[in-house]
């Protein structure tokens, strides 16, 4: 027996060393058990503790509840003729319950292999050099390494991430996976052996039905310290950061091959894992118990979800006599918030990890889906719809429970079958001028001067500024020296020879023709307005002593009288824009989300396009767009598009301090009709088995 104090209420942990299993008791139930003999019933201590007033009293429901938990443990004896068959027959019982818990919880079935205890022993001088504090430098020195290394290197790592899950590296994946989580395991059992725990379970867990080792490190709700009970917890994800961090330098500084792909699969699987599942309290996993520890609140999952059971009963079915698990306001928020949101986590997780792997591993992930709705939709409805329809616990309220249980799931129901709510969905775009040119250099050259500063109004065929070739200029010179060598050829050919006029005339012809090509050339050299607007152009005077060539564009020239939002939208929703005219379209620029800009007209342009109008838009500029990482200017995209052009209204006051810049990103937000919330979700179900899996 060892003492603890969670939350300054002393408890009491009781280890029984054969099959070195650990129970936890509060004192007031401590008080009743340590009373209790072979001579003497449950009554008898029951009454004499009632009598004498000693100790925290527990009430009868909970005695009866904690000698049934007892006896299941194996923790319980009594005095019989037949108790070896009731102890057998216990036993049988207890390995039908883990059997059964372990088809219920199938995603995180463990399967005990061997003794570690051991081979622990003989490593008890590797453990002390690593749990020491010249380790923990070196530790922290290896991350902030690794750190930086990570940050320079983001995007090679994010680009290598595509191909992690291909058939051809699913294989390396696991291997890496197993040396790490073994690791990882080790972690946990050498912190228990250096504060004088034991670890008796090495076994096998089929995590997401994938087989990886787990410890059994129980023994550490033994130590008195929280510290030492959160290192515990901490331990095997201190293992995986520095393992993640000595394969995060390496994959940064080897230049390719296996190794390379090892060290990566390592990066991934030390650290996207850990932060999912291990840090993560909200699954039942490392983050979990430093939590409980931290709170002072043990059996967190379990109170949880007797909370949440608790507010049902005593507020929804008005069960008077129904058992608060929480003492105080605080305990009462945190286990109504942590029942829910692990509840939910827990969906979203396997969802998502069982949408990552479709892709690859179709059938594999419909076995898994299958068991996902099985263990965590099917059972528990019909775990809940037994405790309210033949629950014992609701007997004198069941009349009461059964219609309101039944009002509520019709009305869950009607509301997403039959209420229309608004159905949405915006597209990202940017804000374009509805006329604009570029005003593009005519003759390569140096910028001499700029006329026009920046977003200056100007007119059409205004000067914006001066270029000068030097070279031009040399070629007009020499040109005109060729003319003037062939007029006096003419004249010469006219006095002494007339049979050669006309070939010298016809040369003079194409000396003047290029001498007036070059001086058209040299015209080019102003930059002048398209068309009458502003000068959309950033910094036009750092342009000057720039070399421009022939063809480049220095900003454009816009109309602001009216804009239009150009939207990139996926093929998925387009095909709605075509069935049904929007009942209402808004747009919301970057930065200035609380403006709603109207829109006045909405055109669908009837042709896929596999560019986008800005890089902004594209996954390279920082945008939703996935683009293909062949194109390096981040417009190409990987699958084809739409651009739908709208119109935007600019006579509302609301609108007055909106800076309308051209090629300023956005939302664009369509309204189509009303549509209940479970056709919706079927529709986008239906649209996502048809895009990836061909349904």
């Not at 981040?634 to 051209?662: C, F, N, Q």
Request: with cysteine; charged share 20%; aromatic share 12%.
């Amino acid at each position: 027996m060892h003492r603890q104090t969670y939350r300054g209420v002393l408890w009491y942990v009781l280890h029984e060393q054969f099959t070195n299993q650990y129970y936890r008791l509060p004192r007031g139930a401590y008080d009743f058990v340590s009373r209790l003999s072979p001579d003497k019933t449950v009554g008898e201590v029951w009454n004499s503790m009632l009598k004498s007033g000693e100790g925290d009293m527990p009430g009868q429901g909970e005695v009866i509840e904690m000698l049934a938990q007892l006896y299941q443990a194996n923790m319980l004896m009594y005095m019989g003729v037949d108790d070896g068959a009731k102890l057998f027959e216990r036993n049988r019982k207890q390995r039908q319950k883990k059997v059964k818990s372990s088809l219920l919880n199938i995603f995180f079935l463990k399967v005990p292999v061997f003794d570690p205890d051991a081979i622990l022993n003989r490593l008890r001088w590797l453990i002390a050099c690593l749990i020491s504090k010249p380790f923990a430098v070196v530790w922290l020195l290896t991350v902030l390494v690794a750190a930086k290394y990570g940050v320079e290197n983001f995007d090679a790592l994010k680009d290598s991430a595509q191909g992690f899950l291909a058939p051809s590296n699913i294989g390396w994946v696991y291997v890496c996976t197993v040396f790490v989580k073994l690791l990882h395991e080790f972690g946990h059992a050498s912190v228990v052996k250096r504060f004088g725990g034991e670890v008796h379970t090495l076994g096998v867990m089929f995590m997401l039905l994938v087989p990886l080792p787990y410890v059994d490190a129980t023994a550490s709700w033994s130590f008195r310290k929280k510290s030492k009970r959160i290192l515990v917890g901490a331990a095997g994800m201190l293992t995986e950061f520095f393992i993640a961090s000595i394969a995060l330098i390496l994959w940064a500084n080897l230049g390719g091959g296996l190794a390379k792909s090892l060290a990566y699969n390592v990066v991934v699987m030390a650290s996207v894992s850990t932060v999912l599942f291990n840090v993560n309290p909200l699954m039942r996993f490392d983050g979990y118990y430093m939590l409980t520890d931290a709170l002072d609140m043990p059996n967190l999952q379990q109170r949880s979800v007797r909370h949440l059971k608790y507010l049902l009963e005593r507020y929804v079915f008005f069960k008077r006599d129904a058992e608060e698990v929480a003492e105080t306001w605080f305990e009462r928020f945190v286990y109504a918030v942590y029942g829910v949101s692990s509840s939910i986590y827990r969906v979203f997780l396997f969802t998502g990890f069982i949408v990552a792997i479709s892709a690859h591993y179709l059938i594999l992930s419909f076995c898994m889906g299958v068991l996902l709705c099985l263990t965590m939709v099917v059972m528990p409805v019909g775990r809940f719809i037994k405790y309210v329809f033949a629950s014992p616990a609701l007997s004198q309220v069941r009349n009461r429970a059964v219609p309101v249980t039944l009002v509520v799931l019709g009305g869950v129901f009607a509301a997403l079958f039959y209420v229309p709510v608004p159905d949405t969905f915006k597209a990202p775009g940017i804000i374009e001028a509805a006329r604009y040119e570029n005003s593009t250099v005519g003759e390569g050259g140096v910028v001499a001067k700029v006329y026009r500063g920046e977003k200056a109004l100007v007119h059409k065929d205004d000067t914006l500024m001066v270029l000068e070739n030097r070279e031009l200029d040399f070629r007009i010179e020499e040109k005109r020296a060729q003319v003037n060598e062939t007029v006096q050829t003419y004249y010469q050919a006219l006095e002494l020879a007339p049979e050669n006029m006309q070939p010298v005339e016809k040369r003079l012809g194409v000396l003047r023709q290029e001498l007036n090509d070059l001086l058209r050339d040299r015209d080019k050299l102003a930059l002048l307005a398209p068309m009458d607007g502003i000068w959309n152009v950033k910094s036009p005077d750092d342009y000057v002593g720039r070399f421009l060539q022939k063809g480049d564009s220095v900003g454009m020239v816009l109309d602001t009288a009216a804009f239009d939002f150009l939207a990139v939208v996926t093929q998925e929703e387009v095909s709605r824009l075509f069935m049904e005219n929007p009942r209402k379209v808004s747009v919301r620029l970057n930065g200035e989300a609380f403006v709603e800009i109207p829109v006045d007209s909405v055109s669908v342009i009837p042709a896929a396009s596999d560019r986008l109008p800005s890089a902004a838009l594209g996954w390279l500029g920082g945008g939703e767009i996935e683009t293909t990482a062949k194109d390096g200017s981040g417009e190409r995209t990987a699958e084809p598009v739409y651009l739908v052009r709208s119109s935007i209204r600019r006579d509302l006051a609301s609108l007055s301090g909106v800076d309308w810049a051209h090629g300023r990103s956005g939302k664009i937000r369509f309204h189509l009709t009303d549509t209940p919330l479970a056709l919706q979700g079927i529709r986008k179900a239906r649209q996502a088995l048809q895009k990836y899996y061909k349904m």
